[in-house]
């Protein structure tokens, strides 16, 4: 081969391979310019359509190993391994609630849910169930009726009815079949870390002593199986139980 045959086959070889290389960075810069990844991990909304502030509605108590379920781990959390099986969002009484994603409605006032004095539980198309508690009023819709991701399906209340006491929307979702509870965090697409940082929820997790990065961080979480055995009976609790007890 001549030089000058050989210097285009070298050229020709080094244009082939610049094509090569460049193909995959021009796939990542289109994937960088598509929707986050996040929206198909996290499928769900919000169920405020208000932004969060002090007169509207805060994130409360965490799911999973909170402090609070901790102490109720015998009593109220008890069937949900003792673990607080949904999220809580501080909300004024009467604050309107919508669906978290489309689906229908399964139960309107299911007491074997828990979570009085109103519930409303959702099948959505998503792959889960979702319950809404501490409802003030019975929910207007009937079961069976098709519901749109954002559409009004109730009006938050209190726990204990009073709506001074401890006003706030309990939220869980579950596996179609009710017998296990996920991390909404890891469902629900929000920001969640900004969302936080504010309010009771600084009041974080139960640490076990023995392993203290276990559980700690709002979507480091596990899973509840319902009726399945205690979680958090820690070797080394803190805060330990003689705290509460005083
Ligand atoms: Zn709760």
């Known amino acids: ?28 810069q289109v994937r960088s310019t598509a929707a986050p990844a996040a929206t198909a991990a996290r499928p769900f909304r919000l169920p405020f359509t208000d932004p969060p502030g002090p007169g509207t509605w805060y994130l409360g108590q965490g799911y999973g190993n909170t402090i609070g379920a901790y102490f109720q781990r015998d009593v109220m959390y008890r069937a949900g391994q003792g673990l607080h099986f949904g999220v809580d969002f501080a909300a004024p009484c009467g604050t309107t609630v919508v669906a978290i994603g489309d689906g229908a409605v ?18 959505l198309d998503a792959g889960y169930s979702t319950l809404y508690g501490h409802l003030l009023e ?3 819709l009937k079961v069976g009726e098709r519901v749109t991701k954002g ?16 006003p706030h929307l309990h939220l869980e979702i579950r596996s179609p079949d009710y017998l296990t509870a996920y991390n909404p965090i890891n469902l629900i697409d929000a920001d969640w870390n900004t969302l936080a940082l504010v309010g009771a929820y600084q009041r974080g997790f139960e640490r076990d002593l023995a392993n203290p990065r276990k559980w700690q961080f709002p979507d480091d979480q596990p899973d509840t199986k319902f009726a399945g055995p205690l979680l958090n009976n820690f070797a080394q609790p803190w805060p330990p139980d003689w705290y509460r007890r005083r």
Do not use: W, Y
């Open 106 to 123: 399964a139960k309107v006032d299911a007491p074997e849910h828990g979570a009085l004095p109103h519930n409303l539980l959702l099948q």
């Open 138 to 140: 019975r929910s207007k």
């Open 151 to 166: 559409q009004p399906v109730g009006l938050s209340g209190d726990s204990f009815g009073t709506c001074h006491s401890a």
């Open 1 to 28: 081969m001549k030089p000058f045959a050989r210097s285009i086959a070298v050229l020709i070889g080094l244009m082939v391979t610049a094509l090569l290389i460049a193909r995959p960075i021009q796939a990542e």
